[in-house]
């Protein structure tokens, strides 16, 4: 097998193949500098909660119009709007902490989803949903994900300073008035966009590995956030590149395969990341005599 | 020179219904150089929060002469910033051009040469692009003061801004307020050394919840003063106490 079999033939005859590798890439541009912001405001476990909160959205775009996208997503999107937002109103009226009172609204939420998928549906469509199916991606699909891809880099790029001040020191944010609750909303709103988004090709759940394995393994790469989301946005490329390559050679999962990719490169950074990596604390370099030899 | 340039009539502000600053009256002067003392639970973060408007009043007002508390420039008692933040110093100065430069404003060299110019005012010239995790606690509380001179504030409120540090930089930090009061600037900080306040603070608000005492410094820091505070302070947490636990009739 040369090259040529190894990365292009896959994508040059199969159109399946390069639906799902557009459909990947639009998400992972999308997708990479929210997982950065998530784990920078230590809500590294929100993507996972609304993956799975869009379920009964989803549910009830799926009974009303059977296997529609633009139902089935209009309903996601709904759906993890509500607890996205109702969760961040119960925890500002009440104090609860916002992983507590998000993690009670979600429990409730994909329990009610389960209740409708299987008052209507079957095990496989549940698994669609939650999994995804490269094989799915059709024009609208593309479409969809592709818009919000844009649509979320040209918003992240408006409310960059805003969002990296709150979650760098919110006191100084409220104390300057930068910020606030409509910065905190329109990011969330992004999250739920982009993870409903990518649920043809990856499902909302494997999605969110996707978002957030390269954003943890970014971290250990630099110090500075405009090259953690840069680097983040890299490595999500790259896994969808390499997940999709061998999903077809090994006849696997796509979604998973991907994820799975992501995870060897977030391993890789644990261990050989140039920040704070487990080899770069080991092997420790002479230390500095003066204090003008410290640049970076 | 003697305006009022923040006036407080009868300011109450509560938690949890149990007052924590107690019928406060009184001015801060334009440019007077205020010393907040008092015992611990006395109310004085709470009162510099409520001048930043950062908790609400509950009763009374605050007066700020129609200047918005967000052109004040305000550091808390060791701020809740995670210090592995992946910012660097020279971006951290930067954002105290907030006040120009809004959410969306551009920065351009003229504010970057400013924070270059702030990070030396504080000592740390060489470390502009150094990440904020490289810092040492002190080093820290300078970049922390280099924000503070770029935000170019008339009004600059600080909370135990030399709780944390070494007396080297306590004395470079203490410099820096002179300069302030020098240029005219209103400064209010909590303090909890006597000996700083006597040595550089003209004015000193006493507080217990209530005003115990507020003037020149001299006259405020009385022994008998500082027992009334300290007595006021316990009668407090006692009345506290029993408001939360009632006695059984």
């Not at chain 1, 992972?28 to 950065?36: D, F, I, K, S």
């Not at chain 1, 050989?272 to 204090?291: I, N, Q, T």
């Not at chain 2, 020179?1 to 009868?10: A, D, H, K, Q, S």
């Not at chain 2, 600037?185 to 000193?204: K, S």
């Amino acid at each position: 097998m040369d090259l040529y079999q190894l990365f292009a033939a896959p994508f040059i005859d199969y159109e399946f193949m390069r639906r799902a590798l557009v459909a990947c890439a639009a998400f992972a541009v999308g997708a990479g500098p929210l997982g950065v912001f998530l784990v920078l405001r230590r809500m590294s476990l929100m993507g996972d909660a609304i993956g799975h909160a869009v379920l009964p959205g989803v549910a009830v775009g799926y009974m009303i119009s059977g296997l529609s996208l633009w139902a089935m997503s209009l309903g996601g999107i709904v759906a993890g709007l509500v607890v996205a937002l109702l969760s961040g109103a119960t925890s500002r009226a009440t104090g609860l902490k916002e992983d507590a009172s998000l993690a009670g609204f979600y429990l409730a939420s994909l329990a009610l989803g389960v209740l409708l998928v299987s008052m209507r549906g079957s095990a496989v469509d549940l698994l669609h949903i939650l999994f995804g199916s490269i094989l799915a991606v059709d024009d609208d699909g593309l479409l969809f994900v592709v818009a919000v891809a844009t649509l979320s880099t040209l918003v992240i790029s408006a409310i960059y300073r805003p969002l990296v001040v709150e979650c760098f020191d919110p006191v100084f944010a409220r104390s300057v008035g930068a910020g606030g609750l409509w910065v905190h909303s329109i990011f969330l709103g992004l999250v739920v966009l982009n993870l409903v988004a990518a649920f043809q090709a990856l499902g909302t759940l494997m999605a969110v590995g996707v978002m957030m394995l390269p954003a943890l393994a970014a971290r250990f790469w630099s110090e500075d956030v405009s090259h953690i989301v840069v680097v983040s946005t890299c490595i999500a490329l790259a896994s969808s590149l390499v997940g999709l390559l061998v999903s077809f050679h090994f006849e696997l999962a796509s979604g998973p395969a991907i994820v799975m990719v992501a995870a060897v490169a977030y391993l890789t950074s644990i261990v050989m990341g140039s920040r704070s990596g487990l080899l770069a604390r080991w092997l420790r370099r002479p230390h500095f005599h003066d204090p003008h030899e410290v640049k970076r | 020179m003697n305006e009022p340039v923040l006036t407080l009539r009868n300011v109450i502000v509560t938690y949890r219904r149990v007052p924590a600053v107690h019928h406060v009256s009184g001015s801060f002067q334009t440019g007077a150089l205020t010393a907040l003392a008092g015992p611990n639970g006395a109310g004085k973060s709470t009162l510099l929060k409520a001048l930043m408007g950062l908790v609400p009043v509950s009763e009374g007002e605050i007066d700020r002469r129609g200047i918005s508390p967000q052109r004040y420039a305000y550091l808390p008692q060791q701020p809740e910033i995670d210090r592995s933040f992946p910012i660097s110093v020279l971006q951290t100065v930067l954002l105290g051009a907030w006040p120009r430069s809004g959410s969306f404003g551009s920065i351009g060299p003229d504010e970057q040469e400013r924070a270059h110019a702030c990070i030396a005012k504080v000592g740390l010239t060489g470390y502009a692009s150094a990440p904020i995790a490289h810092l040492s606690a002190g080093q820290w509380q300078r970049a922390l003061f280099a924000r503070l001179i770029m935000q170019d504030a008339k009004v600059i409120l600080l909370d135990e801004p030399f709780a944390a540090v070494d007396d080297a930089t306590t004395s470079d930090l203490m410099a820096l307020v002179k300069t302030w009061h020098a240029e005219g600037r209103t400064v209010i900080a909590v303090l909890h050394e006597h000996t700083v306040i006597e040595r550089f603070f003209p004015e000193t608000l006493l507080l217990a919840r209530d005003v115990i005492a507020w003037g020149p410094t001299s006259e405020v820091l009385t022994p008998g003063n500082l027992q009334r505070a300290s007595a006021m302070t316990k009668r407090w947490a006692i009345e506290a106490h029993r408001h939360a636990h009632p006695a059984p009739v």
